[in-house]
């Protein structure tokens, strides 16, 4: 599997309010001399790239109901400023260099300097949410997902070094990634005034989309390249974290499970050897464990493409489709 970059350009109509929420997301900085030095930062990251998917779906779900431009980017805003902290923070914990082949906050000024950034782009996106109208419900969603996401990240730090259950994969990843893309497209149901099934089920498709995304991270981590995926790759083998095609792997094969269980008891020393890994990792491949985690994308992929085919037609439907599908080609 490679990487896939979505083009927004084939979605015109799309691409121009991502136009707009961009301009408005960098406006959010440089306001205040008092605050420079954390605005530059801040700046820093957000122009370093992204996908921007989460705000995508967010203007997605809106436009599939009665759209209020101004609210739903000013929410939009604030849903990517609370993926960005929880990036600068992640950073930290991983000890990461690189992030979107640019320099790390971390890396470049220091472990204190990039959990106060971290904290500062926390704040604006609750003042972005605020701005945006939502009531406190929703707000309480907002805050809910990233709840969820701080769970699931410190459950796979703690679970570092050993081989989960699929159940335990699971539960983590619908925490980590699957939360934020459920409260982006709730957020968005919610402006484009849709009652709370509707809601509800916009939300599913998110969550869905989560899983499938965090399992297709998953695959990038093995088969990617450094240059197109912004970071080492293998870094999460490296770092002790047993990825969805290596747990399937071992579950197939003894011999790659007591393989792992080799890798994992070296890698609590602090010691890798790249040999071993790459050896793993081809190991991987053969066994199957590739193949098996796409297949599982697959299965999360149609389930979100399910909840969304039970929404009213729309051009915000035809986004999230959109979306959906350019994510998930396989090329």
Partial sequence: MEVHEIVWEDFP??????GAFETLLQSQFGVS?????????????????????RP???????????????????????????????????????NAS??????TVYASEGVSTAVFTGDYLLVKAVLSLVLAGLPVEYLKQAALGVQAVCVGEVEQYRGRGELPGFKTYLSRIIRKTGALFAASCLVGAHLAG?????????????AYYGIAFQIKDDLLDITGKKNSIGKPVGNDLKEGIVTLPVLMAAARDDNVRLELEG???TQKSGRINKREMARLLKDVTA????????????????????????MPDSEGKEILSFILASTFKEV
């Fill in 194 to 206: 849709f009652g709370e099934e509707i809601i509800k089920r916009t939300a599913r498709f998110g």
């Fill in 263 to 265: 890798f994992l008891n």
């Fill in 56 to 94: 995508a779906m967010t203007i997605g779900a809106a436009m599939a109901g009665e759209y209020r431009r101004e609210k739903v980017l000013q929410a939009a805003v604030g849903i990517e400023l609370l993926h960005t902290a929880t990036l600068v923070h992640d950073d930290i914990i991983d």
């Fill in 13 to 18: 109509v799309l691409q121009q309010e991502l």
């Fill in 98 to 103: 690189l992030r979107r082949n640019n320099p």
């Fill in 287 to 310: 066994s199957g464990g590739l193949e098996h985690a796409k297949n599982i994308q697959r299965r999360y992929t149609a389930k979100a493409g399910r909840f969304l085919a039970g």
């Fill in 33 to 53: 001399k008092k605050n420079s030095y954390l605005d530059k930062l801040s700046l820093e990251v957000i122009k370093s790239g992204g996908k921007r998917l």
